[in-house]
């Protein structure tokens, strides 16, 4: 009953339901699956300081039920902490479980959170190192244009124009948004001024 009502959206009565089940039944066959369940529930909710610590305690399980999605769930966690605005928690989650994704997608997410993380908080050398990993994973285009802006970025604040440039100029032969090739246009006029090539500033600044 917790399922469906879980498939038909009511997350209230979901939340209730694999509650119950699991406080009666913790060693049950189908135990991971509620708790899955209710982690599920409570994140569809917003409720993600209660759901962290159901999907924590799956991440962790040595014998996690065959039919569950190790990677995914431990994106939800790191998501969890996000969206409750504990950032260092997650980017230490993702840098401690990164490389235990079995999942090329899941993997490029990863880092793709911690090159977000690093962004925010200017820290530029780890920005440049975290990048290159993103890029070298098999990331999506977006994930991979984001990365190489980063890059430039961080390169371009850290006084390596010339490497930044490098970077930024791959992002035109990517097939991702026009928000990145627009970004990535002015950073590179940027760069072009601060080397003194200003015969190069110009067109980018055009784009």
Same mark, same amino acid.
């Given at each position: ?138 990331? $999506? ?34 097939? $991702? $948004? ?28 055009? $784009?």
């Amino acid at each position: 009953m917790a399922s469906a009502a879980y498939n038909r959206k009511l997350y209230p009565v979901a939340v209730t339901q694999f509650g119950e089940f699991l406080q009666k039944n913790p060693t049950h066959p189908k135990a991971d699956l509620a708790q899955q369940g209710l982690g599920l529930s409570l994140y569809a909710l917003k409720q993600y300081d209660k759901a962290q610590p159901h999907f924590a305690a799956l991440v962790a399980k040595p014998n996690l039920d065959a039919s569950i999605s190790r990677d995914r769930i431990l994106m939800l966690q790191g998501r969890c902490l996000l969206f409750s605005s504990k950032k260092d928690e997650a980017r230490k989650l993702f840098i401690d479980q990164y490389q235990k994704l079995s999942d090329p997608k899941y993997q490029a997410a990863a880092l793709a959170a911690i090159c977000d993380i690093c962004f925010e908080k200017a820290e530029w050398d780890e920005v440049i190192a975290w990048t290159a990993k993103l890029i070298a994973a098999k990331a $999506t285009a977006d994930e991979h244009a984001r990365g190489l802006y980063q890059r430039g970025y961080a390169l371009q604040s850290s006084k390596k124009s010339e490497e930044a440039v490098a970077a930024l100029v791959k992002i035109a032969g990517l097939e $991702t $948004t026009p928000e990145w090739k627009t970004r990535a246009a002015y950073l590179l006029g940027e760069c072009h001024n601060a080397l003194e090539q200003f015969e190069l500033a110009e067109p980018a600044f055009a $784009t």
